[in-house]
T-cell receptor
Framework: GENVEQHPSTLSVQEGDSAVIKCTYSDSASNYFPWYKQELGKGPQLIIDIRSNVGEKKDQRIAVTLNKTAKHFSLHITETQPEDSAVYFCAAKDSNYQLIWGAGTKLIIKP | DAGVIQSPRHEVTEMGQEVTLRCKPISGHNSLFWYRQTMMRGLELLIYFNNNVPIDDSGMPEDRFSAKMPNASFSTLKIQPSEPRDSAVYFC???????????FGPGTRLTVL
């Protein structure tokens, strides 16, 4: 079945710098890759997603890239701000329509 | 829409007691998911329903756990009897179809003493 690995587990960046979180997946049939942000005491919330027919998608300061050949996808956050501090999860939708989740990355924005 | 609603937000109980967690999905959504989140195991899918029918319960840890969805606007996750290792945050999520975006509720933090 599908397996998703996420790195790093913790990422600390200076405010204003960029942050990159990477995920790899194992099932070549997976075709949908969402990213969720979880703030303290809240449920995960979708921030951006990408489907396998595109290689990159942007939404203001957030972008996601997908390399189907290498089976990896990444989240890029530019000009980081204090409110970006949270835990970020990647996921891949497998052939059974289930989301398989990465372990999460705790992003810390240093002032 | 108010989003996915879960109750209670916090539950503290003693080992051996029955615990019932409740979820109201977003109106119009026909898929519902129950997750458990712990530091050790991360986010785990327990069970999901499509059109009120359980599709995959392979994530349910053991027979002490059961879930029902009697109608499109309500689901329960029951643990009987509860054990300290069941302590976790339990999330409910819903989507408009099984391969759509999942919207999460605020979660129920369960502590079993």
């Amino acid at each position: 079945g599908e397996n998703v690995e996420q790195h790093p587990s913790t990422l600390s960046v200076q405010e204003g710098d960029s942050a990159v979180i990477k995920c790899t997946y194992s099932d070549s049939a997976s075709n949908y890759f969402p990213w969720y942000k979880q703030e303290l005491g809240k449920g995960p919330q979708l921030i951006i997603d990408i489907r396998s027919n595109v290689g990159e998608k942007k939404d203001q300061r957030i972008a996601v890239t997908l390399n189907k050949t290498a089976k990896h996808f990444s989240l890029h956050i530019t000009e980081t701000q204090p409110e970006d501090s949270a835990v970020y999860f990647c996921a891949a939708k497998d052939s059974n329509y289930q989301l398989i989740w990465g372990a999460g990355t705790k992003l810390i924005i240093k002032p | 829409d108010a989003g996915v609603i879960q109750s209670p937000r916090h539950e503290v109980t003693e080992m051996g007691q029955e615990v019932t967690l409740r979820c109201k999905p977003i109106s119009g959504h026909n898929s519902l998911f129950w997750y458990r989140q712990t530091m050790m195991r991360g986010l785990e899918l327990l069970i999901y329903f499509n059109n009120n029918v359980p599709i995959d319960d392979s994530g349910m840890p053991e027979d002490r756990f059961s879930a029902k969805m009697p109608n499109a606007s309500f689901s329960t996750l029951k643990i009987q009897p509860s054990e300290p290792r069941d302590s976790a945050v339990y999330f409910c999520a819903s989507s408009s179809h099984r391969d759509g975006t999942q919207y999460f509720g605020p979660g129920t933090r369960l502590t079993v003493l």
